[in-house]
């Protein structure tokens, strides 16, 4: 899943998918900062909650409103201790999963996707392996570490 900041760029390409979006056109609902999820990647398991949906706007995650990208992020690291994360739309859908899918999958997603971790999963996998719950495989760790050198690489082929 990819969450940004909402900007007028994500109105004409999201709004048909999700109508809700047009009100943010207008400059009232333009004065608030919110964060909208612009894609879903396949077999994620926000995919797989099938709740989710490019143009939902988070209100919350793990409990606490978020609307910037720093809440967020702040949110996502107090929400390692419980080995859950939950996330909430404005719509009212509220999806939990279990945080060491949802981190495990990022290396997968990262290695088939060609991105980058970010320095927050970074940061998250980091937090996580300390924690009772999360315990990555010998090849998760190295390919979690490996992954911007596949990318600036570019594929390999077997």
């Not at 990647?41 to 910037?68: C, W, Y």
């Not at 404005?90 to 088939?112: H, M, S, T, W, Y």
Request: proline content about 6%; glycine content about 4%.
């Amino acid at each position: 899943m990819v969450v940004q900041p909402l900007t007028l760029n994500h109105l004409p390409i999201l709004v048909n998918a999700a109508p809700a979006l047009a009100k943010y056109a207008e400059m009232k609902y333009q004065m608030e900062p919110a964060l909208i999820i612009t894609h879903i990647f396949p077999d994620s398991q926000a995919h797989r909650s099938r709740s989710l949906m490019p143009g939902s706007i988070l209100k919350e995650v793990n409990g606490q409103a978020v609307k910037t990208m720093s809440e967020m992020r702040e949110s996502l690291q107090k929400g390692i201790a419980t080995g859950n994360l939950t996330l909430e739309t404005n719509e009212g859908v509220f999806v939990v999963c279990p945080f060491k899918k949802v981190l495990e999958e990022q290396i997968r997603l990262a290695r088939d996707y060609f991105f980058p971790l970010s320095d927050t999963m970074r940061g998250l996998l980091a937090t996580a392996e300390k924690s009772s719950w999360f315990k990555l495989q010998h090849d998760d760790v190295l390919m979690a570490h490996q992954v911007p050198q596949i990318i600036a690489e570019g594929p390999v082929a077997a």
